[in-house]
C-alpha cells in the first residue's frame, strides 16, 4: 500500500516550518584568525558554499581571503560536498576568510515524498546496493562495553513509536530537545552522544551527534550536517548551525533538527553532510610555527525574505 507522508504528517506529531513560498536568504559569513607570531599555513580545505540540490538552490556565492592564496582549486570531496583548496606562501599573522551567498530554499513542505508499507516500520530495508553506500552512514562511532543509555533512549523512543519510522524520527526529535538544554559552545568538536545524554546540555552539533547515534542504534543511516538557519535565539547574533540528515527509501537524505524537534524544511541552508562530523567543518586546516597562540572570532549574518516565483 502506497500512502503519502505528506498524510501522515496531519498527526502534528513534528513541528515542522512550512512557510507558503520558497525563501531567499542572502548570507554573510566572515571568519578570522589572529596568531601572536607569524605561522605558515598548510594548504586549507574549505567549505563554505551551500550545495544546490531538491531542496535549495545557489544563486551566488563568492569567496574572498586575505592573504591573497598563492593557489587555489575547486573539487568535490569523498562525501560529495563542495570544497574549495587554498595553499599559501610565505608567512603571516592573520587570516580572513568572508563567504558572502544569496540562496533560494525551495522544500516548503518535509515530507513531500512516498513511504510503502516494506519501508515505514523499523527496522526499514535498504536495497542491497543502499547498504554498500549507506555502510559508514550505519556504523555507530563507538559501543560502550558496558551501559548503553544512547541505544536505550533509541529503543524507548522506538516501542512509543509504535516502530512506525515517521513516529520515531519525530519522538526522538522533540525527546531530544526536550530533555537537553541548548548552550553556546563556540569551540571544540562535538561531545559524544554518551556525554550529551549525561551532561543534558550541549551545543547544536551536540544535539545532532546524540540524534545521529539513536538513529544509527535502530539501524537508519545518519549524518551530520552543517549549514545556517533561522534565528530562533536572539536574531542579533548569528552561527554556523548543525543538523542531521538521514537516508529515507524513496527520499534520500532528509533533514531533522534536534535542537529545535523538527523536520527541515525552508529555514535551513545546507553546506556541507558527512558520516563524521569532522568532515563537515567549514575550515579543516594546520599551521606551522613554534609557540604561537590563536584567536578565533566569526561573525554571521543573515537576512531573509520571500523569494519571487521563478520564470520558466
Known amino acids: 500500500m502506497l500512502q503519502s507522508l505528506k498524510q501522515l504528517a496531519q498527526t502534528r506529531c513534528m513541528k515542522a516550518l ?37 531542496a535549495q538552490r545557489v ?26 583548496m587554498v595553499w599559501f606562501d610565505g608567512v603571516h599573522e592573520h587570516m580572513t576568510i568572508r563567504a558572502t551567498s544569496e540562496v533560494e530554499t525551495l522544500r516548503e513542505n518535509p515530507f513531500d515524498y512516498l513511504i510503502t508499507s516494506t519501508n515505514g516500520r523499523l527496522p526499514i530495508g535498504y536495497q542491497p546496493w543502499e547498504q554498500a553506500q549507506l555502510a559508514l552512514a550505519r556504523k555507530r562511532a563507538s559501543v560502550p562495553v558496558h551501559s548503553d543509555p544512547v541505544r536505550e533512549l533509541a529503543e524507548k523512543v522506538r516501542e512509543a513509536a509504535g516502530s512506525e519510522l515517521v513516529q520515531f524520527l519525530a519522538r526522538l526529535g522533540t525527546t531530544i530537545c526536550e530533555r537537553c538544554q541548548l548552550v553556546r559552545r563556540d569551540t571544540g568538536t562535538p561531545m559524544s552522544a554518551a556525554t550529551l545524554m549525561e551532561q543534558r546540555q550541549g551545543a547544536c552539533r551536540d544535539f545532532a551527534v546524540l540524534f545521529i547515534d ?72 594546520t599551521y606551522r610555527g613554534d609557540g604561537v597562540e590563536a584567536e578565533l572570532h566569526t561573525e554571521v549574518s543573515i537576512e531573509s525574505h520571500a523569494a519571487e516565483p521563478a520564470a520558466y
Open 59 to 84: 544563486v551566488r556565492f563568492d569567496l574572498t581571503i586575505d592573504p591573497a592564496p598563492a593557489g587555489t582549486t575547486h573539487l568535490l570531496d569523498a562525501e560529495g560536498n563542495l570544497v574549495t
Open 18 to 54: 512550512s512557510p507558503k513560498s520558497a525563501m531567499l536568504y542572502t548570507i554573510d559569513h566572515t571568519t578570522e584568525y589572529r596568531f601572536t607570531r607569524p605561522v605558515f599555513f598548510e594548504p586549507h580545505l574549505l567549505r563554505f558554499q551551500p550545495r544546490t540540490d531538491g
Open 214 to 285: 539513536a538513529c544509527r542504534c535502530v539501524g537508519l543511516a545518519a549524518r551530520f550536517v552543517s549549514g545556517y538557519q533561522d534565528a530562533y535565539r536572539s536574531p542579533d547574533k548569528r552561527d554556523l548551525h548543525a543538523w542531521a540528515e538521514v537516508y529515507l527509501p524513496n527520499a534520500g537524505w532528509r533533514g531533522y533538527d534536534p535542537t529545535r524537534g523538527m523536520a527541515v524544511a525552508n529555514h535551513h541552508v545546507a553546506v556541507a553532510a558527512a558520516t563524521d562530523p569532522q568532515n563537515a567543518a567549514p575550515v579543516t586546516a
